[in-house]
Each structure stands twice: as C-alpha cells, then as structure tokens.
DNA sequence: AAATATTTGTACGTATGTATG
DNA sequence: GCATACATACGTACAAATATT
C-alpha cells in the first residue's frame, strides 16, 4: 500500500485514515502495537515527519498513546 | 528574542509560551495578525517547521485562527 | 553498570502546492 | 499575473526514552 501523492487528500491522511480503518475493523486491537514510524515510512512510502503526523492525527481522536522509546498503541475502550 | 537551543523546553514551545504571553498581555489583542511563519522565522532564529508547530499549539488551545493565504489573527473572546 | 538497538521527539533546510488579495 | 501567507512533504541529523543484552 502506497499513498498518492496526486490525490486531493494529502498523504498524512490519507496514512492517517488507513490506520483508523484497520483499528475501527479490529485488525489493530485495543493495546496492539501500531507499526512504528520507520515501518510506516517503508509500507507507505513516505517521509518519516509525514508518518509522525498521521500517528499525531490519531493521538488527537484518542484513538492511540504514543510512548517514546517505547512504541504507539491502540487506545483501550472506555 | 532567539530561543535558546540548550533549553530544556524546545524551541518550538518556548515560541508558543513567548506569543501566548503576548496574547494574554494584551500585546496581540482579538483580532490582531499574529506575525507570519517567515516573520517569526526571522525573529526567533528557527525554521518554518518550528514555527508552524508553535502556531500549531496555540490553535490547538484555540488562542489563534489560522486561515490559508491570509494569515494567523488573534482568536475572538468566547 | 554499560553498551546497544529500537522507537519516538525535535529541528534543520528546501521544494512545491494552495488560497487569498 | 503577481505577491504574500499558509499547507504539505521531502530527506537528514541528532536527542531522549525504553528495553534488551
């Protein structure tokens, strides 16, 4: 999966979007690890600043905590 | 005024609380333009990102209205 | 205790796109 | 068309926090 660069939504979105699929499907369960800034910039082909702020989208839905030196996770319910 | 890059605060957040002092003194009151990104570029010695993200914080905290191609102002009381 | 690897945090400089006047 | 200002993105570098060896 790619993002397109030529799509009127911008990348960060677009990666930001695609996270929030995978977790409102249960493909990323509550307290799942969320593939790191470095695995995001491989899978989607972006820079790492583009990665970050698609994770900053979902920490701002609370939809994930972020832990430095630790990793992204998928917010418990409630 | 330059940030001090050897602070324990970054850059970025020492902007944000310098124009949120300015705000709140009354310096920059409702409706005033807040000093563009290439402004505050030149007058705290950072670069475009940083300042974008100091703007970032103070809409965040709904201090300032941010509206493309026009500028940065001073958020209306209530 | 110390070194190493991983991961997030911040910042730089640059380029291009979009919106407004 | 042009100038100004914000929006997004790139690639790079180093710092800080965490966990492991």
């Not at 979105?13 to 249960?26: K, P």
């Not at 307290?31 to 979902?58: C, D, K, Q, W, Y």
Request: net charge neutral; hydrophobic share 45%; glycine share 10%.
């Amino acid at each position: 999966m790619v993002v397109d660069h030529d799509a009127p939504e911008p990348p960060y979105l677009q990666v930001a979007a695609i996270l929030r699929g995978r977790i409102q499907a249960g493909q990323l369960p509550p307290g799942a690890r969320v593939p790191s800034i470095t695995a995001l910039m491989g899978e989607f082909g972006i820079a790492r600043n583009t990665a970050r702020r698609a994770i900053e989208v979902l920490k701002d839905e609370d939809l994930v905590t972020v832990r430095q030196g630790w990793g992204t996770f998928v917010a418990l319910p409630g």
